[in-house]
């Protein structure tokens, strides 16, 4: 090759590779200036290539809190024979969290703890302050008076000042007294005696005793005919809780008043006349009393009035069958879903009756924060080791004692039976609610192993585990 065509390749060479580089210089300085929007064209150009479309990006969603690893079991203890079909569940008040569930959405039979349903319902239909009267009017007749019974079981035939086993209960021989002075007040009727006196006792109707219940309980003295006129809530002995029921409560009430009227008086059974004149009337203790003196000792019959007289006042009847739809009436207020209850009665004591642990549960932690009129149901629970059916010597005895003051629960107990559901102050400050049933093949022992339980609960606190 020439000198001459060598030197020209080289030329062309040099100078291609001058061009690259300063083509590689534009393009990195246009790469490192500010970017300058180009203004769209006009119209696409027809060889312009679809810009393809990106899905956006999946949000993961927001992490899982680690949750608490709690490492108190009460195995042990829930799995004592005696607790036979077991149910329970456990909540935190405070947090609302479940921290033991055992069978707790199940709704089962719940003995006397049923009271506590009972009683969050009158407190909610009637209120506190109502009470139950008892009224007399002048009769159809001449000399005729007629005892209107208004529901209340504590209307007591012993002697003003003399109480009762229902402190401040009224008493017959003080209505006596107001109707002789109203009487003799009359010029209609001044100077003339009182020769016949009418029981009206219209203001329940239907059974008088619930079907399912055993006949057992009126011999044993824990139950009576279900009557709106009775006194001492029909008991033989007036002082005693416990004591036998008549066949008649009506009857029983009926004889005391006309002896307080000061005998030679007939006694026989029918309705006010409208409207007629009133002579006389006493009342009952308040409804926040009322429950109070049901819970404590857990007494039928002042539940089983509370409950009749809810129903009729919420509209629903006068009847047995009226209490579901009365007592779930009275419930509602408080908010939680009532549509798994049953109401057979308003004592507990039929086997009818069914309420999940879950809604126990529930509507103490309301107990608990004393909502509404609750502060009622939370000052007649039972205390362990301290007060009404948690203080008797079987219950919270031995190593349970440990949680003597601490659990603020209502008992129950059926022949197929035992329960107890309320409020724990576990020993680390942590307010708990609980329910707790025994079912099925069960004795008394039931009770100590539901107080181990509970104890345990105590024990444990916001550290209880669900294994």
């Not at 001058?18 to 500010?34: E, F, I, K, N, Q």
């Not at 009506?250 to 002896?259: H, I, L, M, Q, T």
Request: charged share 15%.
């Amino acid at each position: 090759m020439t000198k001459t065509r060598r030197r020209a390749l080289l030329i062309t060479g040099g100078a291609l590779v001058y061009a690259l580089l300063v083509g590689a210089a534009g393009v990195a300085g246009a790469s490192t200036r500010s970017a300058t929007p180009m203004p769209a064209p006009a119209t696409a150009s027809p060889s312009a290539t679809a810009t393809p479309t990106i899905e956006p990006r999946a949000v993961p969603a927001a992490p899982v809190g680690a949750a608490r690893l709690r490492t108190c079991s009460v195995a042990g203890a829930a799995s004592d024979g005696r607790l036979a079909e077991f149910q329970a569940m456990v909540v935190n008040a405070s947090t609302g969290e479940v921290l033991y569930d055992r069978g707790g959405y199940q709704p089962s039979r719940t003995a006397s703890v049923l009271k506590v349903l009972t009683s969050a319902a009158a407190l909610s239909v009637l209120g506190p302050d109502y009470r139950l009267a008892t009224t007399v009017v002048r009769g159809a007749e001449p000399g005729q008076v007629v005892l209107i019974g208004g529901g209340d079981p504590t209307l007591s035939r012993t002697p003003s000042g003399d109480e009762s086993a229902y402190d401040g209960a009224p008493h017959l021989d003080d209505l006596a007294a107001q109707v002789r002075a109203a009487w003799n007040a009359d010029p209609q009727t001044a100077g003339t005696p009182i020769t016949s006196l009418v029981l009206d006792s219209s203001y329940f109707s239907g059974d008088t005793w619930e079907p399912s219940w055993n006949r057992k309980e009126l011999y044993d003295g824990y139950m009576p005919e279900i009557t709106a006129l009775m006194v001492d809530g029909d008991r033989d002995n007036a002082y005693n809780n416990t004591s036998a029921r008549s066949e008649d409560p009506v009857g029983r009430a009926g004889d005391a008043f006309a002896s307080a009227l000061g005998g030679g008086v007939a006694v026989s059974r029918g309705v006010a006349p409208q409207g007629a004149p009133q002579l006389g009337r006493v009342e009952s203790q308040p409804v926040s009393t009322l429950v109070y003196q049901t819970l404590i000792v857990s007494d039928n019959t002042i539940a089983e009035a509370l409950a009749r007289v809810t129903a009729i006042q919420a509209g629903a009847g006068n009847s047995f069958g009226s209490l579901q739809q009365g007592i779930t009436a009275g419930l509602a207020a408080y908010g939680l879903d009532t549509s798994q209850l049953r109401i057979a009665d308003g004592s507990g004591l039929s086997p009818n009756n069914a309420v999940p642990p879950s809604y126990l549960t529930s509507l103490f932690i309301k107990v608990n924060n004393r909502e509404g009129n609750l502060w009622a149901v939370f000052d007649g629970l039972p205390v362990s080791g301290r007060a009404g059916s948690l203080s008797y010597s079987d219950r919270f005895s031995g190593a349970s004692s440990r949680a003597d003051g601490a659990v603020h629960a209502k008992t129950g107990w059926i022949d197929d039976g035992y329960t107890l559901s309320g409020i724990v102050y576990a020993a680390d400050g942590t307010p708990l609610t609980f329910a707790i049933y025994a079912l099925g093949d069960v004795s008394d022992s039931a009770k100590q192993a539901i107080d181990a339980l509970t104890a345990a609960f105590w024990d444990c606190g916001n550290n209880l585990s669900n294994l």
